[in-house]
């Protein structure tokens, strides 16, 4: 963690060195308990420290990852429209934030924005976003918050206010969850908010199997590099002792359950060693590291209606391989 990450970090009360190792601990246990169970599991939210961070963003430019691409264009065509149903003097709340460069565009067309609070747990990649953004738009409060937004610590650390809310959650992160896990979610975020607040979410569509696999096994093999990173991480932070080379990167679309898998499919059988445990693999059993979950317009729709939310209006693409929803918390 660099100097500007730890002042920042002191001047809003929090101890760094805490923080780091809360955190630490936390990515332990899981992965000693996803690695112990069977099927064998690692949440894809540890994917994105600093280096996955980095080569999703490379994912992000390839011709193959259409998501990104499709929906940056669906955003181009629509902002005006979008910031209208955000209105005037409205705190934008971006779980997940990254380097928050898809709120950036929606920020600079809205009517007065009274504040911007991201929450994501890559404290440097975030505050250098909030250096960013503050250059360009000097008038707009950006409070970052700093851990794991399916939790509900960093919600309490939100600033309490009476203006109107409304979460922005972009990038079809809610694929990421499982059908129950995603209506858990959305509850959670409607709680958060108050009635008439709302919610502006990105979900990639269900389309053919090719397009989908295509993006999530890239022709430059940047997919391959960014899952088998998680196992670096594990052997840096962890004392792990895995031969990434003995993992191969798989990527499918599962039809019934309308999701693109990530595995790492152990390529011999082979005994690893994280934190001082033991972790036998059989030649092509596979890690499970990530779920896609796609939707149809009418099952997102019908997500919001169980979670607490009021749909308004989508923006999609004319192929509808995405599509954008806002939604009113009733």
């Given at each position: 963690?660099?100097?500007?990450?730890?002042?920042?970090?002191?001047?809003?009360?929090?101890?760094?060195?805490?923080l780091e190792c809360s955190h630490l601990?936390?990515?332990?246990?899981?992965?000693?308990?996803?690695?112990?169970?069977?099927?064998?599991?690692?949440?894809?939210?540890?994917?994105?420290?600093?280096?996955?961070?980095?080569?999703?963003?490379?994912?992000?430019?390839?011709?193959?990852?259409?998501?990104?691409?499709?929906?940056?264009?669906?955003?181009?065509?629509?902002?005006?429209?979008?910031?209208?149903?955000?209105?005037?003097?409205?705190?934008?709340?971006?779980?997940?934030?990254?380097?928050?460069?898809?709120?950036?565009?929606?920020?600079?067309?809205?009517?007065?924005?009274?504040?911007?609070?991201?929450?994501?747990?890559?404290?440097?990649?975030?505050?250098?976003?909030?250096?960013?953004?503050?250059?360009?738009?000097?008038?707009?409060?950006?409070?970052?918050?700093?851990?794991?937004?399916?939790?509900?610590?960093?919600?309490?650390?939100?600033?309490?206010?009476?203006?109107?809310?409304?979460?922005?959650?972009?990038?079809?992160?809610?694929?990421?969850?499982?059908?129950?896990?995603?209506?858990?979610?959305?509850?959670?975020?409607?709680?958060?908010?108050?009635?008439?607040?709302?919610?502006?979410?990105?979900?990639?569509?269900?389309?053919?199997?090719?397009?989908?696999?295509?993006?999530?096994?890239?022709?430059?093999?940047?997919?391959?590099?960014?899952?088998?990173?998680?196992?670096?991480?594990?052997?840096?932070?962890?004392?792990?002792?895995?031969?990434?080379?003995?993992?191969?990167?798989?990527?499918?679309?599962?039809?019934?359950?309308?999701?693109?898998?990530?595995?790492?499919?152990?390529?011999?059988?082979?005994?690893?060693?994280?934190?001082?445990?033991?972790?036998?693999?059989?030649?092509g059993e596979t890690i499970h590291t990530?779920?896609?979950?796609?939707?149809?317009?009418?099952?997102?729709?019908?997500?919001?209606?169980?979670?607490?939310?009021?749909?308004?209006?989508?923006?999609?693409?004319?192929?509808?391989?995405?599509?954008?929803?806002?939604?009113?918390?009733?």
């Amino acid at each position: 963690m660099n100097m500007a990450v730890q002042t920042t970090l002191r001047e809003e009360g929090r101890d760094t060195r805490s923080l780091e190792c809360s955190h630490l601990g936390q990515f332990e246990a899981d992965v000693l308990s996803g690695l112990a169970g069977a099927p064998k599991t690692l949440p894809c939210k540890y994917l994105y420290d600093e280096a996955g961070s980095k080569l999703f963003e490379a994912i992000c430019e390839l011709d193959d990852y259409y998501l990104t691409r499709t929906e940056a264009d669906i955003f181009q065509n629509s902002l005006d429209s979008m910031a209208a149903f955000l209105g005037p003097s409205t705190i934008l709340v971006e779980p997940g934030a990254g380097n928050c460069e898809k709120a950036e565009p929606l920020l600079g067309r809205m009517d007065s924005p009274h504040a911007y609070c991201p929450l994501d747990i890559s404290p440097e990649i975030l505050l250098a976003a909030q250096q960013r953004i503050q250059a360009r738009l000097p008038n707009l409060n950006v409070t970052p918050v700093i851990g794991d937004f399916t939790s509900e610590d960093p919600w309490a650390e939100l600033p309490v206010s009476e203006h109107r809310r409304v979460i922005f959650f972009p990038g079809s992160t809610i694929g990421n969850f499982t059908p129950d896990q995603a209506k858990g979610l959305l509850r959670q975020f409607a709680k958060y908010l108050r009635a008439g607040d709302g919610l502006l979410i990105g979900a990639d569509l269900v389309k053919d199997s090719v397009v989908l696999e295509r993006a999530y096994h890239d022709s430059k093999h940047i997919t391959e590099q960014f899952n088998k990173n998680l196992l670096t991480r594990i052997n840096s932070e962890l004392n792990g002792n895995f031969d990434v080379d003995a993992f191969a990167h798989r990527a499918f679309y599962h039809r019934y359950r309308q999701r693109v898998e990530m595995h790492l499919v152990s390529l011999t059988q082979q005994t690893v060693t994280v934190s001082g445990q033991e972790f036998s693999f059989k030649e092509g059993e596979t890690i499970h590291t990530e779920n896609s979950h796609k939707y149809t317009l009418n099952g997102l729709k019908e997500l919001l209606e169980q979670t607490g939310f009021n749909p308004k209006q989508y923006w999609t693409d004319n192929k509808q391989h995405y599509a954008i929803y806002y939604a009113n918390v009733l």
